[in-house]
């Protein structure tokens, strides 16, 4: 694992959509080395991917996230001041993902909740 101290804490949802915003907006080719990276981490482990279906998944993934991130902030941006190697890149993407996932989970049990209090009014 990275270093402590080489990624940033990402301690809200915010930090961590603004991390993966500028991982989608990157034009240094950030998103292919990343793929990269995380191809040789896991060749030993997963058989039969090739680095450009990991960038194509990666690209749809974060995608995906900035749309969301667009809906929800009114100036929605990206914005990441840790290291840029792609090392610590992936480990901060890495870092996001947990806290996305809740997130996303918090928010499907709040309308699940939500859609079961309106049919008990109906």
Known sequence: MA?????????????CM??????????????????????RLLK?????????????ALSIFLSGVSKFHTKLC?????????????RDVLYALL????????ASARARRLRSSAMDGMALVA
């Not at 991390?19 to 995380?38: C, E, I």
């Not at 030993?44 to 279906?53: A, I, L």
């Not at 009114?74 to 792609?86: C, V």
Request: positive net charge; contains cysteine; aromatic residues 10%.
């Open 3 to 15: 270093a402590k101290g080489t990624i940033p804490a990402f301690n809200t949802l915010k930090e």
């Open 95 to 102: 870092a996001c993902i947990p806290r996305l996932l809740s």
């Open 74 to 86: 009114k100036n929605a941006r990206g914005h990441y001041l840790g290291n840029k190697s792609p």
């Open 44 to 56: 030993n482990r997963y058989k039969g991917f090739t680095q450009s279906e990991i960038e194509r």
């Open 18 to 39: 603004e991390f993966l915003y500028w991982l989608k907006d990157d034009k240094t080719g950030m998103q292919s080395s990343v793929a990269n990276r995380l191809k």
